[in-house]
């Protein structure tokens, strides 16, 4: 009996994840949905300009919070669900780590995305390459890159693993 959990709703309609004891977290929730018997998804209420509007949160058995907060979280399926972070789509697990996906193959380089973070890792060492924001093949081993603090681009050599020191308005190959 102990280890049965529950929703608790308070007088203002607020949720908290509970067991026979008592809450096990505060009234933070508008909603809570079972996942698992040890991971839920929580909706948590944010208030931003007078605009009510919901965020999304793995908390585990104990109430603790043990993810980022995201705009949406899908349906878990093996594990996996579909989720939208800073207003990028990607997957996450139960536990709400962010899931990379394999862009494509470039020799002994593979490139990954994460939720619109972009990087090479190198299938020998596991090294990976700064974090960009765009990256986009234009011949050979070179790559136009943009990292998420400029507004420029840089060319990006995969085999110095290295991008330019200056950024620029456009890059061409001749």
Known sequence: MKNDLFKFENFAGNIALGNYSGTLCDYSYSDIKTIDECHFVASKKIQTNET??????????????????????????????????????????????????????????????????????NKVTNAETDKFQAVNHIFKEFFIVKRSDESNIRLFSLKLNKATNKSFYGITHL
């Open 52 to 121: 009510p509007s919901v965020n999304y949160i793995i908390i585990n058995e104990k109430g603790k919070e043990i993810s980022f907060e995201f705009s949406e979280i899908g349906i878990f399926n093996n594990g996996i669900a579909n989720a939208i972070y800073k207003g990028h789509k990607g997957c996450i697990d139960i536990n709400g780590i962010m899931q990379e996906e394999i862009v494509k193959d470039y020799g002994d380089y593979t490139l990954y995305e994460k939720f619109g973070i972009s990087y090479f890792r």
